[in-house]
T-cell receptor, first 115, second 110 residues
């Protein structure tokens, strides 16, 4: 069974640009969560999608958005990039998104660098 | 909002030593996860527990719900155990997803 696939693995952008990251979950998983990891803040929850609907959202500005398609693949978009957006972006999939009855399966992440 | 504290932040030990990593949280939870992150970024889920104790190979995880505390133990540690170990809690309701500790950077020297 293939794991969670994130593309691209590395990305370099400049301030003001926008970026789209992609996440393909494990087959059969309907929930995709996105996380940002930085040296200063550690791992932080961005949002979670389930059956094409954003179900939960963390404390991030509106520049961070996402969507989920009918095949459960998810994309995350960051507009008007800032230096502070440099981070490792991880997605994780699970059957139904509940964190108390199943583990989340993480991708290897997309490392985004803003120049 | 749940506050998750891990200790120690950094730990260097010799191969074969018994390792303990601690995690405390401030608000009641419905589950706690232990994660392992190797250099390069990939995260692997080690345990998910809501009570008691779980064991997988040389890894043991325990949780005390009343004291809001969990420990991850590694027996007979090996250099391949070198990684960052992250504790994450799920409070239920789904509003905030998982809340993470800052991680424990473990180095096992041969």
């Amino acid at each position: 069974k293939a794991g969670v696939t994130q593309t691209p693995r590395y990305l370099i952008k400049t301030r003001g640009q926008q970026v789209t990251l992609s996440c393909s979950p494990i087959s059969g998983h309907r929930s995709v969560s996105w996380y940002q990891q930085t040296p200063g803040q550690g791992l932080q929850f961005l949002f979670e999608y389930f059956s094409e609907t954003q179900r939960n959202k963390g404390n991030f500005p509106g520049r961070f958005s996402g969507r989920q398609f009918s095949n459960s693949r998810s994309e995350m978009n960051v507009s008007t990039l800032e230096l502070g957006d440099s981070a490792l972006y991880l997605c994780a999939s699970s059957l139904d998104g509940r964190g108390d009855n199943q583990p989340q399966h993480f991708g290897d992440g997309t490392r985004l660098s803003i120049l | 909002k749940n506050e998750v504290e891990q200790s120690p932040q950094n730990l260097t030990a010799q191969e074969g030593e018994f390792i303990t990593i601690n995690c405390s949280y401030s608000v009641g939870i419905s589950a706690l996860h232990w994660l392992q992150q190797h250099p390069g970024g990939g995260i692997v889920s080690l345990f998910m527990l809501s009570s008691g104790k779980k064991k997988h190979g040389r890894l043991i995880a325990t949780i005390n719900i009343q004291e809001k505390h969990s420990s991850l133990h590694i027996t007979a540690s090996h250099p391949r155990d070198s990684a960052v170990y992250i504790c994450a809690v799920y409070s239920g309701g789904g509003a905030d997803g998982l809340t993470f500790g800052k991680g424990t950077h473990l180095i096992i020297q041969p």
